[in-house]
């Protein structure tokens, strides 16, 4: 089994910047696609990015341009730097780890942008 662990939330206010760390167990981690998923109240949960065991990535249009994701395989952890962020960013944020068969996810970890 693989256990997905994030950190790094908080409270921001509008503008501010927050990185969040997603710490994989187990093996296998370089061969997984990676990806934040984020789901405010009331809201179906939504891609927010993800990055290939090759290093592809991709971003939702609502935070292009101001979040970037990373990963390194030594630590077999991902990132998501979060810059300049808006109110409409608050959600709780899930890890993903994905093969073309199997999918795990994390407990996530709130993000409230707030002034």
């Known amino acids: 089994q693989v256990q997905l662990v994030e950190s790094g939330g908080g409270l921001v206010q509008p503008g501010g910047s927050l990185r969040l760390s997603c710490a994989a167990s187990?093996?296998?981690?370089?061969?997984?696609?990676m990806s934040w998923y984020r789901q405010a109240p009331g809201k179906e949960r939504e891609l927010v990015a993800f990055?290939?065991?090759?290093?592809?990535?991709n971003y939702a249009a609502s935070v292009k341009g101001r979040f970037a994701i990373s990963r390194d395989n030594h630590k077999n952890t991902v990132y998501l730097q979060m810059n300049n962020l808006k109110p409409e960013d608050t959600a709780v944020y899930y890890c993903?780890?994905?093969?073309?068969?199997?999918?795990?996810w994390g407990q996530g970890t709130q993000v409230t942008v707030s002034s």
């Open positions: 993903r780890s994905a093969t073309s068969t199997v999918v795990y």
């Open positions: 187990g093996s296998g981690f370089s061969i997984y696609t």
């Open positions: 990055i290939t065991r090759d290093s592809k990535i």
